[in-house]
C-alpha cells in the first residue's frame, strides 16, 4: 500500500537554525511526493515537490531530495526565520487524475527569535 | 481570484443539528476532496469525486453525506451533528500534479 511516515513534532529551533524534519514514504511505483506547509489558522498549502528519483524540490529556502534508494524525501532549510513557524505534511500521490494524495501526520515547527 | 473556496468559515451549532458546508474551485480540475483535521492536525480523507463520481469513500458516518452538483463543486452535508464532528473541514481540488486546498471550514459542535 502507500503510506508517509514524518517525524514527530513538535519541533522548536532558534531563528537562523537548519532545519531537517524527516520524511519517508511506501508506494508501489514511481509516486510524487511532495511538501505541504499549512500556517496558522489556513489552509495547507504546496510548498515544493519532485516527481520522480534525484530529482530537488525548492521553494523559500527549503529543499526536499527524491531518494529512492533510501525512500525519502527529507525536507531542509539552512536559516530558519520566526515566519517559517507552521506544520509541514509530506505527502505522495500517483500523479494520475483522481489518484488520492496520501498524506503524514504533520510535523509542527515553532522558530523563537 | 480564490482557486478552492469554502463557506463558512467558521460553524458553531448545537448537536443534533443538520449543517453544510460548501466547497467551488475555479481551477477546472477533475478531482476533488473532502478531509477533516483534528484537533492535533492529523489529516484524514474523507471523500474523493472525479469529474461529479464518488471515487473514494473512506470510513466515515453516513451522517455525512457529499453531493457535487457539477465539477467545480462538492459540498458536504452532515445530519445529527455529534461533540465528536467538531474538526476543521478542508475541502481540496487536483489535476493531478498538485492538490489545492481551501482556508478550511471550522465546525463547533455544542
Known amino acids: 500500500g502507500n503510506s508517509v511516515t514524518q517525524m514527530e513534532g513538535p519541533v522548536t529551533l532558534s531563528e537562523e537554525a537548519f532545519l531537517t524534519i524527516n520524511c519517508t514514504y511506501t508506494a508501489t511505483g514511481y509516486p510524487s511526493l511532495f511538501w505541504y506547509v499549512q500556517y496558522p489558522g489556513e489552509g495547507l498549502q504546496l510548498l515544493l515537490k519532485?516527481?520522480?528519483?534525484?530529482d530537488k524540490g525548492s521553494n523559500k529556502g527549503f529543499e526536499a531530495t527524491y531518494r529512492k534508494e533510501t525512500t525519502s524525501f527529507h525536507l531542509e532549510k539552512g536559516s530558519v526565520q520566526v515566519s517559517d513557524s507552521a506544520v509541514y505534511f509530506c505527502?505522495?500521490?500517483?500523479?494520475?487524475?483522481?489518484?488520492?494524495?496520501?498524506f503524514g501526520t504533520g510535523t509542527s515547527l515553532t522558530v523563537i527569535p | 481570484d480564490t482557486a478552492v473556496s469554502q463557506t463558512p468559515k467558521y460553524l458553531v451549532t448545537q448537536m443534533g443539528n443538520d449543517k453544510s458546508i460548501k466547497c467551488e474551485q475555479n481551477?477546472?480540475?477533475?478531482?476533488m476532496y473532502w478531509y477533516k483535521q483534528d484537533s492535533k492536525k492529523f489529516l484524514k480523507i474523507m471523500f474523493s469525486y472525479n469529474n461529479k463520481e464518488l471515487i473514494i469513500n473512506e470510513t466515515v458516518p453516513n451522517r455525512f453525506s457529499p453531493k457535487s452538483p457539477d465539477k467545480a463543486h462538492l459540498n458536504l452535508h452532515i445530519n445529527s451533528l455529534e461533540l465528536g464532528d467538531s474538526a476543521v473541514y478542508f475541502c481540496a481540488s487536483s489535476s493531478g500534479l498538485a492538490e489545492y486546498f481551501g482556508p478550511g471550514t471550522r465546525l463547533t459542535v455544542l
Open positions: 519532485a516527481t520522480k528519483a534525484d
Open positions: 481551477l477546472g480540475h477533475d478531482t
Open positions: 505527502a505522495l500521490s500517483r500523479g494520475n487524475t483522481g489518484n488520492q494524495f496520501y
